[in-house]
T-cell receptor, first 116, second 108 residues
Framework: GAVVSQHPSWVICKSGTSVKIECRSLDFQATTMFWYRQFPKQSLMLMATSNEGSKATYEQGVEKDKFLINHASLTLSTLTVTSAHPEDSSFYIC????????????FGPGTRLTVL | TQLLEQSPQFLSIQEGENLTVYCNSSSVFSSLQWYRQEPGEGPVLLVTVVTGGEVKKLKRLTFQFGDARKDSSLHITAAQPGDTGLYLCAGAYDKLTFGGGTRVLVKP
């Protein structure tokens, strides 16, 4: 149980275009999902908390107009990187709260974004 | 801000050796989780520790939560190449706070 998927697993796009990444909880409902960014050989950096049916909460320094988050259902959250630039190239990982006793987060496999 | 410091940052050992990874904070956490992440994949939850002084074992991995719930350690006995990966501790407060990670390389 507690499986989270992400799509696509990797994407290459041109500078200035927008890219949408999907995060799905496959066997459970998640009212709360999280989006992280990870640079090579570094730990995870929380970008935002995605709440079903309400606006996302962004961490300090993360541009909400740049990284649009939509959590339209209990099993799907999307992250759209708008007007992508090479510095947005990174590994993006989502996680979902599975409602377990200790509120563990279960992570998706990540999406590698490369902006040319 | 709750900060978690992991040490060492990198560890390279031979197959069969033991290793310990440390996770320290000045903050008290309601629970602490350990994850392992392999290149190009998302972190996989290994264990959650909740009670101060708690020790949990997962095959050759032993996890300990400090009495004050501010620190934790991960000990691997007789490491194998399959244990290679990035080990992350994460403290739960209102949200997860991740440590900087420890990159473990087990050479055959």
């Amino acid at each position: 149980g507690a499986v989270v998927s992400q799509h696509p697993s990797w994407v290459i796009c041109k500078s200035g275009t927008s890219v949408k990444i999907e995060c799905r909880s496959l066997d459970f409902q998640a009212t709360t999902m999280f989006w992280y960014r990870q640079f090579p050989k570094q730990s995870l950096m929380l970008m935002a908390t995605s709440n079903e049916g309400s606006k996302a909460t962004y961490e300090q320094g993360v541009e909400k107009d740049k990284f649009l988050i939509n959590h339209a259902s209990l099993t799907l959250s999307t992250l759209t990187v708008t007007s992508a630039h090479p510095e947005d190239s990174s590994f993006y990982i989502c996680s979902a709260l599975a409602g377990t006793l200790y509120n563990e987060q279960f992570f998706g496999p990540g999406t590698r974004l490369t902006v040319l | 801000t709750q900060l978690l410091e992991q040490s060492p940052q990198f560890l390279s050992i031979q197959e069969g050796e033991n290793l310990t990874v440390y996770c320290n904070s000045s903050s008290v956490f309601s629970s602490l989780q350990w994850y392992r992440q392999e290149p190009g994949e998302g972190p996989v939850l290994l264990v959650t520790v909740v009670t101060g002084g708690e020790v949990k074992k997962l095959k050759r991995l032993t996890f300990q939560f400090g009495d004050a719930r501010k620190d934790s350690s991960l000990h691997i006995t007789a490491a194998q190449p399959g244990d290679t990966g990035l080990y992350l501790c994460a403290g739960a407060y209102d949200k997860l706070t991740f440590g900087g990670g420890t990159r473990v390389l087990v050479k055959p």
